[in-house]
């Protein structure tokens, strides 16, 4: 029998609902990641601005296009609002000043090879923003690293002639982010106790080198707590990814200063934020129980500070999470919650007879 | 509480932000007069149903036997008023389908004269326990809190696997239902009072009265009335749904779980509803049988909602006209809204189980288009028996009916919290239903596709045996006829060697 021939009367119970739709609950996670960007345009000028209208419409204009494609109304469906938040995520990840074909490629890619070829909406394995991140990292490794120091934002007009290549950037901007900084300097040899990671005075205010979204970590945390307070997400996968970061690297900074960065550092920089709170939580792509997630969490936290500490790469969110995502299958099927009346192996109960008291 | 479920929250079921149990559960008791007409049904409990023993045009009186409980697990009907049999035959049932089904349909002649009680008045402590059940099944008391199982072979039951536990459900964690809460208000003395002769009744030494804590004036009235009898708990459970389920309630005020697919009566516990132990209470001290009950009527579409007392067998449309209704509803829902049924129109009775009526607006029911899952897990946090219904309905979907049973669908309660937070509306228990029903229709199949092979080998192993007993039977009649012939020939033989030897003699 298939779902089509099923009769799914209209009128069986429940006759109430929580309400609470797709597309609220995603506009509800956009809603919480505001302040976030509005932050970001103003600290790194225009240039933000205009990158992330380019990789929102891109991302939309995609998931348009497959739906079309596979015969099917896209207006309802977009308005489920997955695709706007995938390609918000993927914008706040991206250089701020990245030219704009960064944008339409990562917007594009993001939704149509991302998720929609896996079957749109809840049927891809990978996150769609993270997915588009790491290919435009592996395809365009120069354009994806050009960092900008927040200064001297450019008015509206000078901002979208930056994105559109019209305008070149000035060399005395450009810097390596911390993480990578860290990262060049100990493979030149020099130890991390004698080098000057830039920006690090103004990390904790996130007026620093980075992405558009991610150097204020407290305003993505804050949105991530505000995503804890509406039970849109639960503490399982944030806590246990933040955790997984903060431990490995305190043990390391604790034995060889000189190698390791401090767990402080760790999380404030790059993705550790946005990546507990609002990539590695996606529903489709992380497991369904909690002990699955609190599982996932771990995964994505340990990897990242792997890949950060002895991987090629100086950002390991974006990689881990994907590595993890590959995973999610497997925790699922592993990991499941007791069925009340059954033990673990799913048999059921033994039954205690008798009068005991 | 462990770390586990601080750091959780209870761990299973839902709580609707806003129970809609307002203003009814806080309006008094209303008696609702009396309609001209009731539809009594026939069959308003689990098991057979009842036979009628009135004939059309016989009068009866208020409490009379109408119809005699059939077999063990049944109950008997009686009339909640006086008047005249109109009609013994079909009426539509409290069920979407609109089905037909029997009732005996009196038109009252206003007067409600009462016949004789069932019994005389006795103490009930003075009873035998199977006194005191034969009472309780005279008076044809079900499960009023929707299950609808007869009480006294549930009562038997538990003496039979000696319970030591009676738990006594004071949950209602329905929205908009507030009948039990509002038994406890105003009947506290009787309810504790029907928990003693139960507890009599079953051998129980111990009774835990779990009453969500939402209802602090049912708690209040219950505490009074349960005072100077220490065997009786007033226990205040978080009000959370499906509080009301069996399985879940145990849990909470014991510690222990009912092991899948056994009776709470396994674990030594035995669950009765309030509103159950108050009928036991007047069927066993007066010998009133059940032939009323408190409804709630409310929703969106109700002039004055709130609690009422009506005969069992009244219209929805009487019911209706009593409180008033302010719009034309968009549903008329049977029950609660998480379990209970939508009817197809309000010609339709009210039968023992029946707690609730609600008339919903369009407002109230939001029925949204089903959406792909995201896979966000908020079934699987929801359902109380930990199972996972996403994935239990993307097996059913795919025709893998016997992964899902694997999975636990047996142990799905219906209960309605997966698809109530799916923010995808995917119709997860409408699948479950479905498959539920296909389960066991394929069940049903096997079992007599197995009683006709059986009988097809029976019938093989006949012929093949009647075939071996004609060869037998041909085999010995030839080797009778050989032995005569042999006979025969040997007499022929020496008559012939007689004749010769004669002959020669
Ligand atoms: S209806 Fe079944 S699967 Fe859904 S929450 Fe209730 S018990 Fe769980
Ligand atoms: S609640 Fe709905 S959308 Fe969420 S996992 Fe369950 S079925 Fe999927």
């Known amino acids: ?357 | 509480m462990g770390l586990r479920e601080l750091l959780n929250g209870v761990r299973w079921g839902v709580h609707p932000h806003d129970d809609h149990k307002r203003p009814a559960a806080d309006v008094p008791l209303r008696v609702m007069p009396l309609p001209e007409r009731l539809c009594v049904p026939l069959l308003q409990h689990v098991g057979a149903p009842a036979l009628p023993v009135v004939k059309v045009g016989e009068r009866v009186l208020r409490g009379q036997l109408i119809a005699a409980a059939q077999g063990n697990v049944s109950a008997p009907v009686h009339s909640p008023s006086s008047g005249v049999i109109s009609a013994i035959g079909e009426v539509t049932a409290p069920h979407p389908s609109g089905l037909p089904f029997a009732a005996i349909t009196i038109e009252l002649d206003g007067k409600d004269e009462a016949g004789e009680p069932l019994t005389p008045q006795v103490d009930p402590f003075s009873l035998t326990p199977a006194e005191v059940s034969q009472r309780i099944a005279d008076a044809g008391i079900v499960g009023l809190g929707g299950a609808t199982f007869p009480s006294a072979p549930k009562a038997q039951l538990g003496l039979k696997l000696s319970v030591h536990t009676l738990i006594i459900n004071g949950g209602e964690c329905e929205p908009y239902l507030s009948s039990d809460d509002s038994v406890m208000r105003v009947r506290a003395d009787e309810v504790i009072d029907g928990v003693r002769i139960l507890m009599h009744a079953t051998g129980a030494t111990k009774a835990l009265v779990g009453i969500e804590d939402n209802k602090p004036e049912a708690t209040a009235a219950m505490r009074k009335a349960a005072e100077g009898f220490a065997s009786i708990e007033i226990r205040p459970v978080p009000a959370r749904y499906p509080m009301g389920s069996d399985r879940q309630l145990v849990q909470v005020l014991t510690g222990k779980e009912v092991p899948s697919g056994a009776r709470t009566a396994s674990i030594g516990v035995l669950v009765n509803n309030v509103s159950t132990c108050a009928a036991i209470h007047r069927a066993v001290r007066v010998g009133e049988p059940l032939y009323r009950r408190i409804v709630t009527v409310n929703g969106g579409a109700v002039a004055q909602p709130g609690n009422v007392l009506a005969p069992i067998g009244v219209l929805i449309e009487d019911l209706l006209r009593f409180v008033g209704l302010k719009e034309t509803p968009a549903r008329l829902v049977m029950g609660g809204p998480m379990m209970g049924v939508a009817l197809p129109h309000a010609q339709v009775p009210t039968v023992k189980g029946c707690g609730g009526i609600l008339a919903l607006t369009a407002g109230e029911i939001t029925d949204t288009a089903p959406s792909a899952c995201i896979r966000c897990g908020s079934c699987v946090k929801a359902c109380p028996m930990g199972l996972l219904p996403l994935e239990l309905s993307a097996h059913i979907h795919a025709g893998e009916y016997d992964k899902a049973e694997a999975k636990g669908l047996d142990d799905c309660l219906a209960c309605g919290c997966c698809a109530y937070v799916c923010p995808s509306h995917v119709p997860l228990v409408q699948t479950f239903y479905h498959a539920k029903g296909e389960v066991w229709k394929r069940a049903q199949q096997k079992k007599r596709t197995e009683f006709t092979k059986g009988l097809a080998q029976a019938r093989k192993e006949r012929l093949e045996r009647e075939a071996r007993e004609r060869v037998e039977a041909a085999a010995r009649r030839k080797a009778e006829r050989a032995a005569q012939q042999a006979a025969a020939q040997q007499a022929a033989t020496s008559a012939s060697a007689n004749t010769a030897g004669g002959a020669s003699a």
Request: hydrophobic share 50%; aromatic share 10%.
């Open chain 1, 1 to 357: 029998m298939s779902a089509q021939s099923m009769i799914l009367q209209t009128v069986a119970s429940p006759h109430a609902r929580a309400g609470e739709s797709v597309s609220v609950v995603m506009l509800k996670v956009v809603a919480t990641l505001v302040p976030a960007t509005v932050y970001g345009f103003w600290l790194f000028g225009s240039p933000a601005f205009w990158l992330w209208l380019i990789t929102i419409a891109s991302a939309l204009a995609g998931e348009a296009v497959c739906l079309r494609w596979a015969g099917r109304d896209p207006a309802p469906l977009l308005k489920d609002g997955s695709a706007l938040l995938t390609g918000w995520l993927l914008a706040l990840s991206l250089p701020p000043w990245a030219p704009w074909w960064i944008g339409v490629v990562g917007g594009l890619f993001a939704t149509t090879l991302g998720k929609q070829v896996f079957g749109g909406l809840g049927n891809n394995l990978f996150n769609p923003a993270m997915i588009a991140r790491i290919a435009l990292l592996v395809s365009f490794p120069v354009q994806m690293t050009y960092w900008v120091v927040p200064a001297g934002a450019p008015g509206l007009l000078d901002g979208l002639l930056i994105t559109l290549g019209h305008i070149p950037v000035p060399d005395a901007m450009s810097s390596a982010t911390l993480l990578g900084h860290a990262k060049t300097d100990l493979a030149r040899g020099v130890d991390l106790l004698h080098t000057e990671l830039p920006g690090h005075a103004f990390n904790w205010v996130g007026a620093r080198v980075g992405s558009l979204g991610e150097t204020s970590t407290w305003l993505i945390a804050a949105g991530g707590v505000a995503l804890l307070t509406m039970r849109i997400i639960t503490w399982h996968v944030p806590v246990a990814m933040l955790a997984a970061i903060a431990v490995p690297a305190a043990i390391g900074h604790a034995v060889d200063p000189a190698r390791y960065i401090d767990w402080t550092t760790h999380l404030m920089s790059g993705g550790a934020m946005l990546g507990a709170f609002f990539i590695a939580t996606d529903y489709v792509t992380s497991p369904s129980t909690r002990a699955g997630q609190v599982v996932f969490g771990l995964g994505c936290g340990l990897l990242t500070w792997v890949i950060r500490t002895y991987g090629g790469y100086p950002e390991g969110v974006a990689f881990a999470v994907l590595l993890m995502n590959a995973l999610t299958p497997a925790i699922d099927r592993l990991i499941k919650p007791r069925v009340y009346g059954r033990t673990f192996t799913g048999k059921p109960a033994s039954v205690q007879k008798g009068k005991s008291k």
